[in-house]
């Protein structure tokens, strides 16, 4: 589910790029909470860097 989720996010924002470079981008103020986005981003980056390991032992 992930990875649709993921390609969803980067259709939206190229749609976002097409409208900034055409000057109909509007942008929106919306609140969020940076701990809940770097836990998110921890989570998805955790498990495939240590499925890859560092290489040291």
């Not at 921890?42 to 499925?51: N, R, W």
Request: charged letters at 20%; glycine letters at 8%.
């Amino acid at each position: 589910m992930r990875s649709g989720e993921t390609l969803v996010a980067i259709v939206n924002d190229l749609l976002d790029v097409s409208k900034l470079e055409a000057g109909r981008l509007e942008l929106e103020a919306i609140p969020f909470s940076l701990h809940d986005l770097i836990s998110q981003l921890m989570t998805a980056v955790a498990s495939p860097a240590h499925d890859k390991g560092t290489g040291a032992a």
